[in-house]
């Protein structure tokens, strides 16, 4: 098998699971209309396989999904990339680790982004999937780096998969696509449970290193090698 083959083989695979993520987008409520895209980047290449721009969630086809550089230039697909394909690039660019990158505009999490306020780690939930607070990026506008650029510095130095971005919504990474669709739907979820908690009085934080010990065990000791490709064990926690 030639190299070429083996990529196209890889891009292949990615175009059907990048595909197949962004049903759950629809499925857990987190997009509407033509809003939101997951991204994949292509191993050991300077390639990342995106959801193409205002396409209908509903008509969706692997083949749809097109393959762009880490400058966002078109490289493969008929249709044109996602607008938000320069902050994907920029985060592939400057986060080695990072293999997968979503972003939608589901209501609670960009309820808190409208207030530019973190969601405060105050379940164990939160300390176990965000480490901490879930950080608020910097407002940006859309058509250069400015997004990718706010991402990567609030993202760096945190233990969270989930950005804020300020009078937005959330952006998530993970080291897989499918990881930063679960920190997608994560993110969701507790920023509705934190807003609902709020209603009734104020919410009691958990201890910095009752966080840290959480988030150790649930990151590393918790059956890594299997967390993430077993559901019945991440169902069981
Ligand atoms: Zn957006």
């Given at each position: 098998?030639t190299i070429?083959?083996e990529?196209d083989r890889v891009v292949?695979e990615?175009?059907?699971?990048?595909?197949?993520l962004?049903?759950?987008?629809?499925?857990?409520?987190l997009?509407?209309?033509?809003?939101?895209?997951?991204?994949?980047r292509v191993?050991?290449?300077?390639?990342?396989?995106?959801k193409?721009?205002?396409a209908?969630?509903?008509?969706?086809t692997?083949?749809?999904?097109?393959v762009?550089d880490?400058?966002?230039n078109?490289v493969?697909?008929?249709?044109?990339?996602s607008s938000?394909?320069?902050?994907h690039?920029y985060?592939?660019r400057?986060?080695?680790a990072v293999?997968?990158?979503?972003?939608?505009?589901?209501t609670?999490?960009?309820?808190?982004?409208?207030?530019g306020?973190?969601?405060?780690?105050?379940?164990?939930?939160?300390?176990?999937?965000?480490?901490g607070?879930v950080?608020?990026?910097?407002?940006a506008l859309?058509?250069?780096d400015?997004?990718?650029?706010?991402?990567?510095?609030?993202?760096r130095?945190?233990?969270?998969?989930?950005?804020l971005?300020?009078n937005?919504?959330p952006?998530?990474i993970?080291?897989?696509?499918?990881?930063a669709?679960?920190?997608?739907?994560?993110?969701?979820?507790v920023?509705?449970?934190?807003h609902?908690?709020r209603?009734?009085?104020d919410a009691t934080?958990?201890?910095?290193a009752?966080?840290?010990?959480?988030?150790?065990?649930y990151?590393?000791v918790?059956?890594?090698?299997?967390?993430?490709?077993?559901?019945v064990?991440?169902?069981?926690r």
């Amino acid at each position: 098998m030639t190299i070429t083959s083996e990529v196209d083989r890889v891009v292949s695979e990615l175009r059907r699971q990048v595909c197949d993520l962004h049903a759950h987008l629809t499925h857990y409520e987190l997009v509407i209309w033509t809003a939101g895209n997951v991204s994949a980047r292509v191993p050991g290449r300077d390639l990342m396989v995106i959801k193409p721009s205002g396409a209908d969630y509903d008509t969706l086809t692997a083949e749809d999904m097109v393959v762009c550089d880490l400058y966002g230039n078109l490289v493969d697909g008929a249709l044109a990339p996602s607008s938000d394909t320069a902050a994907h690039a920029y985060v592939y660019r400057h986060m080695p680790a990072v293999g997968g990158v979503v972003h939608t505009h589901s209501t609670y999490a960009t309820a808190w982004a409208a207030r530019g306020e973190p969601i405060p780690c105050v379940l164990t939930m939160i300390a176990d999937e965000f480490g901490g607070d879930v950080p608020v990026g910097p407002f940006a506008l859309i058509g250069d780096d400015s997004i990718g650029r706010g991402i990567v510095d609030t993202l760096r130095d945190s233990r969270s998969p989930a950005v804020l971005m300020r009078n937005h919504g959330p952006f998530t990474i993970g080291r897989t696509a499918r990881d930063a669709v679960k920190a997608a739907v994560m993110v969701e979820d507790v920023a509705r449970t934190v807003h609902i908690s709020r209603q009734l009085g104020d919410a009691t934080p958990i201890a910095a290193a009752d966080v840290s010990a959480l988030f150790e065990r649930y990151q590393n000791v918790y059956g890594q090698a299997g967390r993430h490709a077993d559901p019945v064990q991440e169902d069981q926690r």
